[in-house]
């Protein structure tokens, strides 16, 4: 299959790791994989703030960069986020049509319709759960909201990481519970987001997990930040890193320091 990249806004500016470790897996599975220069952001933080009518050039935009696939140029699009996703899949043709543009509307259907969650991606469309990877660790899966509850991406993620190599999963008490990030919710309620973070810190640590995963570089930017402040040691790894990661790609390091290196590799760019 050809394969376009969804960086989505975080992933290029704070957590490329993530991206990149979707790039090394998908050509380890036999893909091609193609990155849309002009992408920029879905829009998901102003829709979620309310600002629809200033979602709506960022709307037009991700349509018009990713509407290849809706031509067969590309099979799919894939994001290492169920957040980013959950916006283009449930909310780009909305915002299309409160603005009264029909037509952006069904283009954004057509984009939409081809645009996948990397877990959605391997297990519901590429058929694959055991992607051949090995990572010896004991790890912890946190179900983010926006991939559970509006993608629904179910035990998707879980089989992907029952298959990997080495690696011991151990369940997350209360783990259909939210984080308390939620984007700006965070900001805008920063003591009750606080108080969600605590509970949820405390079921990680609970686990005597090394790593917590999950699929959205928010979510483990929120969590890990609290486990490091408190200098827990648990680390947070997204799951794409995790199932990118294979014998030849571990590297020795400190206990509770760094996560597997993933070697950079070039991706087409499409302009």
């Known amino acids: 299959m050809r394969i376009a990249v969804m960086a989505t806004c975080l992933g290029d500016a704070m957590f490329p790791q993530a991206v990149k470790a979707t790039v090394k897996l998908l050509r380890r599975l036999g893909h091609e994989v193609v990155f849309p220069e002009g992408q920029t952001c879905c829009g998901q933080m102003h829709v979620n ?18 509407e290849p696939v809706a031509h067969g140029e590309w099979d799919a699009v894939v ?6 996703t959950g916006c283009v899949r449930h909310q780009h043709a909305m915002v299309a049509r409160r603005a009264g543009d029909e037509t952006l509307a069904e283009r954004a259907e ?6 996948y969650e990397l877990s959605e991606l391997l297990v519901d469309v590429l058929g694959v759960t055991d992607v051949g990877a090995y990572y010896p660790h004991r790890v912890t899966y946190h179900p983010t909201c926006h991939s559970l509850r509006m993608l629904r991406v179910a035990d998707k993620p879980l089989q992907l990481l029952r298959a990997v ?11 259909e519970v939210c984080c308390g990030f939620g984007g700006t919710f965070a900001v805008k309620n920063g003591e009750t987001s606080t108080a969600m973070l605590a509970d949820k810190m405390r079921n990680v640590l609970d686990t005597r997990a090394e790593v917590c995963t999950a699929g959205d570089s928010s979510c483990l930017m929120h969590i890990g930040g609290g486990l490091g402040r408190l200098r827990t040691g648990v680390r947070t790894v997204h799951l794409a890193e995790i199932l990118a990661s294979t ?8 206990p509770g320091t760094a996560t597997p290196h993933v070697r950079d590799e070039p991706v087409e760019v499409q302009r």
């Open 49 to 66: 703030t309310g600002y629809l009518r200033e979602a709506v050039p960022l709307v037009r935009h991700h349509v018009d960069v990713f």
């Open 79 to 84: 994001a290492p986020s169920g957040s980013c």
């Open 110 to 115: 057509a984009v939409a319709g081809r645009t």
């Open 165 to 175: 190599r080495g690696l011991e999963l151990v369940e997350l008490p209360d783990a």
């Open 247 to 254: 014998e030849a790609s571990q590297t020795p390091a400190a």
